[in-house]
């Protein structure tokens, strides 16, 4: 990460103060999520959701990997503490708001019931809601 997109406070408050922001990562969480989920979860079209992305990600608030032809994004826990728990603080506020509530549910079963997802087809579940063969 280059020094530029490691967040100082005025480029984490920032990042913050835009709703859509704020609900894509309420989303993401402590998972990794692709574009398509946020498409879904948040009913947005995917450039508005690919624009705020981009702009979290130049703010070094999130990070993205890609997978093929999907982009997955996490949220960067920035290593300044005061800018963590900023963080973290505005997390735990959105995860009580009634709306980002319902985001998150909507994710719930986009993620957890894809066949209802035509669009979504092929595309990998987030790790968090991968269900191991194994026990």
């Known amino acids: ?7 100082n ?15 894509i990562l309420n989303l993401i969480g402590d998972t990794e999520l692709c574009v398509c989920f946020f498409v879904e979860a948040l ?6 959701i690919s624009r705020h992305l981009a702009y979290l990600r130049r703010e070094g608030v999130v990070a993205a990997r890609r997978e093929g ?7 960067v826990v920035p ?3 005061h800018l963590a728990n900023i ?5 735990a506020w959105c995860s009580e708001q009634p709306d980002m509530k319902k985001d998150r549910q909507r994710l719930g079963r986009a ?15 987030p790790k968090r809601f991968v269900v191991s063969e194994r026990k």
């Open 43 to 48: 009913q947005l079209p995917q450039p508005t």
């Open 79 to 81: 290593t300044d503490p």
């Open 1 to 7: 990460m280059s020094e530029s997109s490691v967040p």
């Open 111 to 125: 993620c957890c019931a894809p066949e209802k997802f035509v669009r979504l087809e092929n595309v990998p579940l």
């Open 87 to 91: 963080l973290r603080n505005s997390l």
């Open 9 to 23: 406070m005025e480029s984490m408050l920032r990042a913050l103060s835009e709703r859509v922001r704020l609900r």
């Open 69 to 75: 032809l999907w982009m997955h994004y996490r949220i």
